[in-house]
T-cell receptor, first 110, second 115 residues
Framework: RKEVEQDPGPFNVPEGATVAFNCTYS??????FFWYRQDCRKEPKLLMS???SGNEDGRFTAQLNRASQYISLLIRDSKLSDSATYLC???????????FGAGTRLAVHP | GAVVSQHPSRVICKSGTSVKIECRSL??????MFWYRQFPKQSLMLMAT?????????EQGVEKDKFLINHASLTLSTLTVTSAHPEDSSFYIC???????????FGDGTRLSIL
């Protein structure tokens, strides 16, 4: 079983749509959780951290459920520029080690 | 914000060549640097973790004699792919962190193509 699992998509949505991505992780000792965004053939960029209390940044809302080992990302009012691959990332261990999911691809169309 | 420079961004070379990739933290001291590899449509896979002045820690399945890592200073780590073969063609990305509880800052990546 992969340490971090995501639905690969693609999610094809029209502009203005609300879309939700899910992610599960297997290591209950994981300490920190993030969503990264990766554009085609580019390095990943941190989108936001994820907390149990929830974290909102503009149109983006992230949520962590430690009991279920489940992480979510909600994007409201999708823009064309949101088209990218969204990576669920979990930090574990004492060496700041990041474990990346394979990513969920989002395509927003006019 | 913190900047990590990775060089070169693109390499195309013949099978059997050794390729060196540099990762530099430009405006902070990176006590730890990480090297990842990403094959098409797959996730980033951590290859190794290097702490300044000590030997790198390699992930399971990564050959340390093939992927040589040097982290001689707080601002520079290098990855050398020795005797590269077509199956080593991939996107190699480094990241740098100022400490255990500090975020990782990613380089732009190096796209390696072995003919």
């Amino acid at each position: 079983r992969k340490e971090v699992e995501q639905d690969p998509g693609p999610f094809n949505v029209p502009e203005g749509a609300t879309v939700a991505f899910n992610c599960t992780y297997s290591n209950s000792a994981s300490q920190s959780f993030f969503w990264y965004r990766q554009d085609c053939r580019k390095e990943p960029k941190l989108l936001m951290s994820v907390y149990s209390s929830g974290n909102e940044d503009g149109r983006f809302t992230a949520q962590l459920n430690r009991a279920s080992q489940y992480i979510s990302l909600l994007i409201r009012d999708s823009k064309l520029s949101d088209s990218a691959t969204y990576l669920c990332v979990v930090k574990t261990g004492g060496y700041n080690k990041l474990i990346f999911g394979a990513g969920t691809r989002l395509a927003v169309h006019p | 914000g913190a900047v990590v420079s990775q060089h070169p961004s693109r390499v195309i070379c013949k099978s059997g060549t050794s390729v060196k990739i540099e990762c530099r933290s430009l405006d902070f001291q990176a006590t730890t640097m990480f090297w990842y590899r990403q094959f098409p449509k797959q996730s980033l896979m951590l290859m190794a973790t290097s702490n300044e002045g000590s030997k790198a820690t390699y992930e399971q399945g990564v050959e340390k004699d093939k992927f040589l890592i040097n982290h001689a200073s707080l601002t520079l780590s290098t990855l050398t792919v020795t005797s590269a073969h077509p199956e080593d063609s991939s996107f190699y990305i480094c990241s740098a962190s100022g400490g255990p509880n500090q975020p990782q800052h990613f380089g732009d990546g190096t796209r390696l193509s072995i003919l």
